[in-house]
């Protein structure tokens, strides 16, 4: 079974910074293309960055503050998120670049001062 678990969100002012990490686990991040995702309030759930594919990695308005990698011995991708804005606030996701296995609970991340 399939099963991400995300984690490393919490409550930063503007400009700061977070790291989150997604834990894969009945797939392997080295065989599929991982990516981010993010549903911000009274949003649809929106792509934000991905790793292991041969497409554009990150979303227009990530804009050079988040950085994606991974370990593979972990089975873990993260995301580094640099000069936060409110409008980052919502809940981030990992998955299938195609974004067809099942959900896990997210991360919450609010930027507020």
């Known amino acids: 079974q399939v099963q991400f678990v995300e984690s490393g969100g919490g409550l930063v002012q503007p400009g700061g910074s977070l790291r989150l990490s997604c834990e894969a686990s009945?797939?392997?991040?080295?065989?599929?293309?991982i990516a981010w995702y993010r549903q911000l309030p009274g949003k649809q759930r929106e792509f934000v960055a991905r790793?292991?594919?041969?497409?554009?990695p990150y979303a227009d308005f990530v804009k050079d503050r988040f950085t994606i990698s991974r370990d593979n011995d972990k089975n873990t991708v993260f995301l580094e998120m640099n000069s936060l804005a409110p409008e980052d606030t919502g809940v981030y996701y990992c998955?299938?670049?195609?974004?067809?296995?099942?959900w896990g609970q997210g991360t919450q991340v609010t930027v507020s001062s």
């Open positions: 790793v292991g594919a041969v497409a554009k």
């Open positions: 998955n299938t670049e195609t974004g067809r296995r099942s």
């Open positions: 009945g797939i392997s991040i080295i065989a599929f293309a």
